[in-house]
């Protein structure tokens, strides 16, 4: 099973940015889809997650009515959509699946894509 996580750059702040997170030896609608973020130094973070029928959804506060995560189950591909980009924002970007326990910890997931570097700068 691979995730393969894309889609970060160099954008200036307000701007939006649109991250893919596609799966290849598995079916990812088995699965809640979640992002995480990581700056040098600091924990990885939770973001957001969508459930596998792309109904349910939870975020962090930071990131309420910004960032968006959607599903396209056949295309086998999770997006997050990142809008009002802040400096903030800055981090590794990277998507998981497959938990059991809590959805907030990184332990808690077995399968990771591997980071996409997402920039806010002017």
């Known amino acids: 099973v691979q995730l393969q996580a894309s889609g970060g750059g160099l954008v200036q702040p307000g701007d939006s940015l649109r991250l893919s997170c596609a799966a290849s030896?598995?079916?990812?609608?088995?699965?809640?889809v979640a992002w995480f973020r990581q700056t040098p130094g600091k924990e990885r973070e939770f973001v957001g997650i969508v459930d596998g029928k792309g109904v349910g959804f939870n975020y962090i506060d930071s990131v309420k009515g910004r960032f968006t995560i959607s599903r396209d189950n056949a295309k086998n591909t999770v997006y997050l959509q990142m809008n009002s980009l802040k400096p903030e924002d800055t981090a590794v970007y990277y998507c998981?699946?497959?938990?059991?326990?809590?959805?907030?910890?990184?332990?808690?997931?077995?399968?990771w894509g591997q980071g996409t570097l997402v920039t806010v700068s002017s």
């Open positions: 030896g598995t079916t990812l609608s088995r699965y809640g």
């Open positions: 998981a699946a497959h938990y059991s326990g809590s959805y907030y910890y990184v332990g808690a997931y077995i399968y």
